[in-house]
């Protein structure tokens, strides 16, 4: 169970990564879009729609925040599981198959 939580803090430590790029990049292009001369009411436009993507990826980072402070308190240890489970099953469905494939073959 230890691995499988290590795995999701890990998961969770390269989405927020992932996120804070894109916070990077479009801090960036607003940078650049207020400096631009031309085609202003485009550049507006664009600087709003990254304003926007940039409150959504924040308030995604909180959450996997919180749930990264889950993890370590031990609150994510049954949703683990039945994900754990859950992928267990459908591993060995797909063994099942895989086996009745190569009976029918031989």
């Known amino acids: 169970m230890k691995k499988v939580i290590i795995a999701e803090k890990n998961a969770i430590k390269i989405k927020i990564r992932d996120l804070e790029g894109y916070i990077r990049l479009g801090q960036n292009a607003i940078s650049r879009l207020r400096h631009s001369k031309t085609n202003i009411q485009f ?38 599981k039945k994900q754990m489970k859950a992928h267990t099953n459908i591993q060995r469905q797909k063994n099942i198959q895989t086996l009745k494939i190569k009976q029918n073959k031989i």
């Open 43 to 80: 550049n507006l436009n664009k600087i709003q729609k990254n304003k926007k993507e940039i409150e959504e990826f924040t308030l995604e980072i909180s959450k996997l925040n919180q749930r990264l402070i889950d993890a370590d308190c031990g609150l994510l240890d049954g949703e683990l």
